[in-house]
């Protein structure tokens, strides 16, 4: 018995040790994804894109880049879906002014989707050069998609909650130091 006091001693003390460092990073992590937010352009809109996954909540910056761009790929991927439907629906309409906008919107958001697969993609080989241009590439999209349409729009919402994810992404990106 008085051998395996020690062993228990130990075995105790390791699991406390391991128990608070376990709840430390958590904390720190959770602390981050508050980070991102505070410096983007709309907190509450970030909070709220963020904590939309479940697996924000004690996240490393890998995780919340996934959950950024995959929030800002999702995000373009349907509204291009939804600008092909209207095209669709009033092609039949003739050459109006906002059906030769709504082409060319189809065609920045192509360009966005290509910009944001190209960033997940970077993430899963861990090839971090880049991010934050690529947000930017994809912000830049929206604003052009929303200059040829036109302000306000049926797209304006649209536009303006994937340029606010791409800021998301932007600070994400910065987590990512390259030389």
Do not use: W
Not at 66 to 77: D, E, P, S, W
Not at 109 to 115: D, F, K, S, V
Not at 119 to 147: K, P, Q, W
């Amino acid at each position: 018995m008085a051998d395996f006091l020690p062993y228990a001693s130990m075995v105790c003390c390791l699991t406390s040790v391991l128990f608070l460092s376990t709840s430390v990073a958590a904390a720190g992590t959770t602390e981050l994804a508050t980070q991102i937010c505070r410096n983007t352009t709309s907190y509450a809109f970030c909070q709220e894109a963020m904590y939309s996954d479940p697996h924000a909540v004690g996240a490393d910056r890998y995780v919340l880049a996934y959950i950024a761009y995959r929030q800002a790929y999702l995000n373009a991927t349907d509204t291009a879906d939804y600008i092909a439907s209207e095209l669709k629906s009033m092609e039949s309409g003739g050459a109006s002014e906002f059906l030769t906008g709504l082409r060319k919107c189809l065609g920045y958001y192509q360009e966005a989707i290509r910009r944001l697969a190209e960033m997940l993609g970077n993430l899963d080989s861990e090839t971090f050069y880049g991010l934050d241009e690529l947000s930017i590439d994809v912000e830049n999209s929206v604003r052009s998609c929303e200059a040829s349409v036109g302000r306000p729009s049926p797209l304006s919402k649209r536009n303006e909650d994937l340029a606010k994810l791409s800021n998301i992404c932007f600070v994400v990106s910065k987590l990512y130091i390259y030389l």
